[in-house]
């Protein structure tokens, strides 16, 4: 996840110094710099490979899915996010046994959820061990 963090004058005039908060890279302009074409953080959703179990590496990303998936206790942290895509032409399971989790609006918890044909889900760390998912998803 990126952030973006600005220091000096917010009134949008003056020399500002803009940085990603999780790298080290950061541009120093004066605002308003219309002249400079320059960026921060991610421009696209990178795409992860995982294909069975989640993992560290997938937080920020979407997964494409051609079969269920499985999301472990334990292993994120909160405010973590993972996006999932369903490129199915059927409905898959997203397993959740090993954590608590509950789809957004609703206090049930839930040990699976449904995600819908070519349907977009975003599975979100409130702690290490519970979720709740939001997007085409019962």
Request: charged share 5%.
């Amino acid at each position: 996840m990126s952030n973006l963090k600005v220091q000096g004058n917010a009134s949008g005039a003056g020399t500002q110094t803009l940085q990603s908060a999780n790298t080290s890279s950061s541009v120093t302009a004066t605002l308003p710099d219309l002249a400079s074409n320059f960026s921060l953080g991610f421009l696209n959703v990178p795409v992860s490979s995982t294909t069975t179990t989640l993992v560290a590496a997938d937080v920020g990303k979407v997964v494409s899915l051609s079969a269920g998936i499985t999301v472990p206790a334990s292993i994120f942290s909160a405010g973590d996010i993972i996006s999932l895509y369903n490129n199915t032409t059927g409905s898959l399971t997203i397993t959740c046994s090993a954590v608590t989790a509950k789809i957004a609006g609703n206090n049930t918890t839930v040990t699976s959820a449904t995600l819908a044909t070519r349907g977009v889900a975003n599975v979100l760390f409130i702690d290490a061990t519970n979720i709740v998912i939001t997007g085409n998803v019962s």
